[in-house]
């Protein structure tokens, strides 16, 4: 296993970090076998159905808003230090790990949202001003 997980890592790091689908399909695969092989030999059928009923859906988030992989860097790190964790073999320190990587991507997809829509309102903040000065609807 922590060889698997060392593998998925250095995947995930020969990625490229960019906003292209292919990028992005390419870091993804690395990042689901990860967390699949975490969920795996966890020995707990509820968080495997869990974990398959996710799915893609962060990585498609990325592509919908195009703004790739912008966590690359944090989430590799995250994962080097869980299986560092993993390999000393201590349980609540690898619960305390894993429990902050997964609040991590909660706020970074947050704020990559956050970002996305701010993107977007500056792109269309242009239409409405031509809008209001001609009288039409946006």
Avoid: W
Wanted: charged share 30%; aromatic share 6%.
């Amino acid at each position: 296993l922590l060889n698997s997980l060392q593998d998925a890592i250095d995947e995930q790091e020969r990625a490229p970090h960019t906003s292209d689908a292919a990028a992005i399909r390419m870091y993804h695969r690395a990042d689901e076998r990860f967390h699949r092989l975490i969920a795996e030999h966890a020995d707990n059928s509820a968080l495997l159905r869990a974990y398959d009923a996710l799915g893609g859906h962060g990585q498609r988030f990325r592509l919908f808003i195009g703004v790739g992989v912008q966590d690359s860097a944090c989430a590799i790190a995250e994962h080097r230090e869980l299986l560092a964790a993993l390999r000393r073999g201590y349980g609540p320190e690898v619960y305390r790990i894993m429990h902050a990587h997964i609040s991590g991507v909660k706020e970074r997809a947050l704020a990559e949202h956050a970002q996305a829509e701010r993107i977007e309102q500056r792109r269309r903040a242009p239409s409405r001003v031509r809008a209001s000065l001609t009288g039409a609807a946006d």
